[in-house]
C-alpha cells in the first residue's frame, strides 16, 4: 500500500548515519507492515554549498515543493563559520521553512521513565513528563524587516531586527495548537510579552479570539514568556501545549528539551498546510545539531530522527498506528539499558553504538508482528 512521498535530506555531520538508522525503520515498515513510500534523496546544508556553491538548491526545493513530507537529518559545522551569512548551511533549512510555509513548528518534550534520572532536574519532576510546544515558524523577529547591521552618520554601528506578525499568521498557529490539543487534554498556554511588546499584545487577544469563536473546549491560559521559563524548570507537569512566537518557542523549546536528559532523544515537525493529496505537508527533523566532533564515530543518538519519522507517521501520513508502535519499541528499547554514549553515567555499562540502538528497535519492532 503506498501511502506518500518522502524526501531524505540527511544533511551534514551524524545527519547521514542517524538518517541511515532512519531508512532502516523506514525498510521495516515497507516489508512487515506493507506500508510503502515514494523515497526521494538529496543534499541540503553544507552538503548542497559543497556541491553546488548554496546551502539548498532550485532543484532541491522544487523536489519539495513536490512530496508529502521532509526528513532531514542535521545541518551546519565549524567548516562552514566563514561563509557569509546568506551562504551559510543553516540558511538552506530557514529558506525550506519560508518557501514551503511550515508555519507550525511542533516540539515535543517527553521524559521516558526509563531517563527520568538523566534529567538535570530531580526525577520526581521530569517523570512521565509529556508536553508540546508550539512554536510560530515562519514569521517574527527571525523574518521581519528591516533588520541588519548598518551605521549612522556619526560613523556608530548599530544593529536592527524587526519583530513583524499578522493576525492571520497569529490565527493559523493558534489553531494548529487548539487542533492539537483536542486531541491530548485540552489544554493550552499561550506566551507571549504582552507587558512590554505590542505584538504580544496582539498575541493574547488573536489567540484568545480564536480559542473563545472556534475552540471553546479547550482550556486556554496566557503567560508572560520569561514567567513560562522559570515555570518549566519548577514544575513542567502543569502544561501540555504551550504556543508560542518564533522567538520565544526557539528558546523555550530549547529549555523543555533538556528536562529529558539529552538533545539526542527529541523529534521535531514543522507543519504547513494540507497538499493537494489532503496531505499535511511537513518536514520533520531532530532537534539535536550536526555534532561534527563525533561523526563518523558510530557514536550519534538515532532515536530523535527516528521518532522525527515517527511523527511523521502520524500527522503527515495519519498511520497513528504504526507511530504508536515504533514509540512503544523505542521506549522497551531504553528500559532495557541500551544506550548511546549521550544517555550513560559512569556507572553505566558500555555505551551501544549508533547501529547498535537501531538493531535493538528492529529487533522489538519484530516482536509485534
Not at 196 to 210: D, F, K, N, S, T
Not at 282 to 293: L, N, T
Amino acid at each position: 500500500m503506498k501511502v506518500g512521498s518522502l524526501l531524505i535530506l540527511p544533511g551534514d555531520g551524524i545527519g547521514p548515519e542517524v538518517m541511515d538508522e532512519v531508512c532502516r525503520i523506514i525498510d521495516w515498515f515497507e516489508s512487515k507492515k506493507n506500508i510503502k513510500f515514494e523515497k526521494t534523496f538529496d543534499l541540503v546544508g553544507g552538503a548542497a554549498f559543497d556541491k553546488h556553491g548554496v546551502p539548498l538548491s532550485d532543484e532541491t526545493l522544487s523536489k519539495a515543493n513536490e512530496v508529502d513530507a521532509i526528513l532531514l537529518g542535521a545541518v551546519g559545522g565549524p567548516k562552514y563559520d566563514k561563509l557569509d551569512f546568506l551562504l551559510k548551511p543553516e540558511r538552506g533549512l530557514l529558506k525550506l521553512r519560508k518557501e514551503l510555509d511550515l508555519y507550525s513548528n511542533l516540539r515535543p518534550a517527553q521524559c521516558f521513565d526509563a531517563l527520568s534520572e538523566y534529567s538535570s532536574l530531580k526525577p520526581e519532576i521530569v517523570s512521565g513528563l509529556d508536553i508540546m510546544i508550539i512554536r510560530e515558524l515562519s514569521s517574527g523577529s527571525y523574518f521581519g524587516e528591516p533588520r541588519g547591521i548598518k551605521e549612522d552618520p556619526n560613523g556608530e554601528r548599530y544593529a536592527i531586527n524587526t519583530t513583524y506578525y499578522s493576525e492571520q499568521e497569529i490565527k493559523r498557529v493558534a489553531r494548529s495548537a487548539f487542533e492539537i490539543a483536542s486531541k491530548r487534554t485540552g489544554k493550552v498556554c499561550s506566551m507571549e510579552k504582552a507587558n512590554v511588546m505590542e505584538v504580544g499584545v496582539l498575541w493574547r487577544e488573536v489567540v484568545q479570539a480564536i480559542r473563545d469563536k472556534e475552540f471553546p473546549d479547550i482550556e486556554l491560559t496566557h503567560m508572560y514568556a520569561d514567567a513560562g521559563a522559570m515555570q518549566l524548570v519548577r514544575w513542567p507537569k502543569q502544561f501540555d501545549v504551550i504556543v508560542t512566537d518564533n522567538l520565544f518557542g526557539d528558546i523555550l523549546s530549547d529549555c523543555a528539551a533538556m528536562l529529558t536528559g539529552s538533545l539526542g532523544m527529541l523529534p521535531s515537525a514543522s507543519l504547513g498546510k494540507k497538499n493537494a493529496n489532503g496531505k499535511l505537508k511537513a518536514m520533520y527533523e531532530p532537534v539535536h545539531g550536526s555534532a561534527p566532533d563525533i561523526s563518523g564515530k558510530g557514536l550519534a543518538n538515532p532515536i530523535a530522527c527516528i521518532l522525527s519519522f515517527s511523527m511523521a507517521l502520524r500527522y503527515t501520513f495519519d498511520l497513528k498506528k504504526e507511530a504508536d508502535l515504533l514509540d512503544k519499541s523505542v521506549e522497551r528499547v531504553l528500559h532495557s539499558g541500551i544506550r548511546t554514549a549521550d544517555l550513560l553515567q559512569k556507572k553505566d555499562k558500555k555505551p551501544a553504538s549508533t547501529r547498535e540502538v537501531c538493531n535493538e528497535i528492529i529487533r522489538e519492532l519484530d516482536t509485534t508482528i
